[in-house]
């Protein structure tokens, strides 16, 4: 879906869905996961529709994910760092855990 | 009391807040910056202290407008004021009491004034289809391009109207995007409309000189840009697959990434739920603060600095925070009446300056009937998947306004709070019901203002005040 047409800045390695990806320091989880070609972010609770960011800026709530095993977190404001754990999120959160 | 306490806290680090915390602290006043983001700048210079370190080159693409905006980090980063990046304020009480997160812990700062730079959000553009991956905003595309330095893959169309989606359009079009068109709303009668602000505008004539570049070197190029009057929909089922132009020689253009733009709003979550007076802006269709030349608020503690208070641009923007830090210095003693006034002359001739663009584009760029009142079938609210013509039901059915509605369908209750369907809501029910915007109002901001979890507050410090 995105590409990186400059990849300058400190390389990490995060795992989307089980899958290991390079990312850059600085970029916002939601970002890594387009560059990944990961599609939806999430699909939402009333119709299971797949759902993609939108705003980017924290303000849609469309890139709700599991990070690091906190559910319902905007991955748009959420900075990637060395070894994070992001999964799709699949319908409404639920409590003490990933959905 | 809790742990912390300051002169000022000032929300948001956009040329708004940055200049508002800097002015502030140079009058002698403790100041706290509390901003979202992990890095300082806003949505306008998002990111551009670590583009001019590890990409300069991309100062170029982005252009000399986006370079500017270093110069205001800078001056953030020298001045004596405490920045909480990373913390996202989830509550504003009215006795100046601030709540924020960073994530993990939750924490009030106890302040003698509020400044809030909450800045603007793009305005939602509701048409068929646009809930599907690979839509986006043009600013959305913008942040990726300046935070990530990302460019979409494959065919991109843009639709929609304004600065922003030209300026966008050309961006990625020089970051090696595949542009295949860029499908306009502006009518015959919009240029007519605007027409008689032509010469009020001509002092920030550069803006026009930049909107008539950006054009011509679209065009040169050989991107399409066409007129789509009878709005547009989003083909595709999973994801985005193309744009259809709606009308009788409608075509469609294959697209992966769709990005829409329809001019931006003031982003009045905060302010709403402070209960601040605000009014409706009739040519651009939002709702702002009411607020004096210094920011000054229906609560004598908070003051509003930049487009959270009315869109302007980011000039004005920063001259507003330098106008907001002199007016809470006056405020808490610091200055007299007289040296305020002699200090904010500069500030008050450049917002002039950068604003008198503002009614030509208020006026060249309405948001169009068919986003403002979408076709029946066209979802408003994403969170709970709300259609226009749900909301149009539940109005007929006695709704009287946006509060109403959220016992009828759960319009406004998801995890955006409102921010997406809020607008479209209010200009849906005013037209079932005939009445003004102003009469129907707006959904009730209550805190949080971001979801926090249950850990967060369970953290707070012992000696922290109950919200």
Known sequence: MMHRRNTAGERVTINIDGKNVEAVVGESVAAAVLAAGAGATRTT????????????MGVCFECLMDIDGIPNRQACMVSVTPGMKIKRQAGARTVGGAS | MSEQACDVVVIGAGPAGMRAAVTAANEGLSVTLIDEQTEAGGQIYRAVARVARTRPADLTLLGPEYAAGGDIVLELDAADITV??????????????VWCSDGTKAKSITAR???????AQERPVPVPGWTLPGVMTAGAAQILLKSAAMVPDGPVALYGSGPLLLLVADQLLSAGADIRVVAETTTFKDYLNAAPHLLGALPASKYLKKGIALRRHLKAAGVPIIKAPNGVSIEGTERATGLRIIGKHGQTFEAETILLQQGVVPNTQASWQLRLDHAWHAAQHYWYPTTDRFGATSLANVFIAGDGAGIFGAEAAAAAGALAGLGVAHAAGNISAAARDQKALPFIALHKKAAAIRPLLDHLFPPPAHILVPDDATIICRCEEITAGQVRDAAKLGAPGPNQLKAFLRAGMGPCQGRMCGLSVVEIMARAHGKSPAEIGAYRIRPPLKPLSLAELAAMDDDTPTP
């Open chain 1, 45 to 56: 609770p009333v119709s299971g529709a797949p759902r993609a960011p939108y705003c980017m």
């Open chain 2, 84 to 97: 909480l990046h990373g913390h996202t304020v989830w509550q504003i009480s009215q006795d100046g009491t």
């Open chain 2, 113 to 119: 004034f509020v400044i809030m730079a909450s800045g």
